[in-house]
């Protein structure tokens, strides 16, 4: 064995050989190690990716109804549940990465499968909630006891308080509200400024949005140069609206509104009463066909055959027609008129009393 030995061609490995082949064998574990980590970090970057990818999109909305106080992490697993998101834990992280989760609203959400992560983000931190309306309608010629008994009758208003905003409400915003006369003998402070017209509100409105959303339409539809007509023919914009509501209440043609308004202007002008049924109407309350001698006796402020000029504030809601007949009334010589009764609604007009007697025979005659 010993001859064996010495006869091999033998050299033992140096220290730094031995060195050497050690390193390259750390070497080549490192390069493993590395390449695993790699794959690892790669993997699992890959999976991220992946579930923070938009889930298949569909053509169909989910409402998700995100409670006050609900933690990202729950909003997350609100989102998963309804097919919205792959994994709640990443779309929480992601929230946080984002720096929002602060800013993000309740409320409820309509949303698409398919919306990206930043999309679902930015509808709730903007409070893109749904909004459910309600609608309602408010006819020319309506009284504010009228449009409250209606918005309490479907719901959307509590009478009592609606009137109490009506009466007592503060609109900074509306400066016209501001100009309105302060006069006891007024039923309403707002009758005439709440415009008729078909709203849309959003569910649970308090009956101060319900009079801003009305007030806004008025100040839409009030034109700042009929401000300058009304006041040429010696009217403030409230006396307007004040005589405009008469003219609603009185006719039903429109193309008879400024004829009728010019009526009414020339009695004004020479101090003669209004003498208009519309304003006795209002203090009944109710509608009647005919009114009796004893009713336009009625002792009453509002009553304009027994007091001079317009009544204390509006008796309706004006329309458009009406408010622009006010603004723009037409010149004639006409202090009287009587309905036809022929079934058109319109009025014989006319320029003095024998002619107004003359017009109510035929008229009755009809």
Request: cysteine-free; hydrophobic content about 35%; charged content about 25%.
């Amino acid at each position: 064995m010993k001859q064996l030995l010495e006869n091999r061609d033998f050299k033992a490995e140096s220290p730094k050989e031995q060195r050497r082949r050690r390193g390259g064998r750390l070497f080549r574990w490192l390069v493993l190690l590395f390449l695993l980590v790699v794959l690892a970090v790669g993997g699992t970057a890959f999976y991220v990716y992946q579930q923070l990818q938009p889930v298949e999109a569909q053509q169909m909305t989910k409402n998700v109804i995100i409670p006050s106080g609900s933690s990202v992490l729950q909003i997350g697993r609100l989102l998963e549940e309804q097919g919205l998101v792959r994994d709640a834990d990443l779309f929480s992280y992601y929230v946080r990465y984002k720096g929002v989760a602060p800013k993000l609203k309740a409320g409820e959400y309509e949303f698409m499968p398919g919306q990206t992560h930043d999309q679902l983000i930015a509808a709730m931190v903007e409070g893109k909630t749904v909004v459910r309306a309600e609608r309602f309608t408010i006819p020319e010629g309506w009284n504010v006891e009228q449009i409250a008994e209606h918005l309490a009758a479907e719901g959307l208003v509590d009478k009592a308080k609606f009137l109490d905003v009506v009466n007592n409400g503060s609109f900074p915003e509306f400066p016209f509200v501001g100009e309105i006369p302060k006069n006891e003998a007024r039923k309403h402070r707002l009758e005439g400024y709440l415009f008729p017209e078909t709203y849309e509100i959003k569910q649970g409105a308090s009956e101060q949005e319900i009079v801003q959303k009305m007030l806004a339409q008025f100040q839409k539809e009030w034109k700042p140069e009929w401000t300058e007509k009304v006041k040429a023919n010696n009217l403030t914009v409230d006396q307007a609206i004040n005589l405009a509501s008469i003219v609603e209440r009185e006719v039903t043609v429109d193309k008879e509104r400024p004829t009728v308004a010019g009526v009414y202007y020339n009695r004004m002008r020479d101090k003669w009463p209004l003498q208009a049924d519309a304003t006795v109407q209002f203090i009944l309350g109710k509608q009647r066909d005919r009114l009796t001698f004893e009713d336009l006796k009625i002792d009453n402020p509002y009553n304009t055959y027994t007091n001079p000029g317009l009544p204390p504030g509006p008796i309706a809601s004006p329309g458009r027609a009406s408010l622009e007949a006010v603004a723009n009334p037409e010149k004639h010589d006409f202090f009287f008129y009587v309905t036809k009764k022929d079934g058109t609604a319109e009025h014989y007009f006319s320029k003095t009393l024998k002619e107004h007697n003359a017009n109510d025979a035929k008229s009755r005659k009809n």
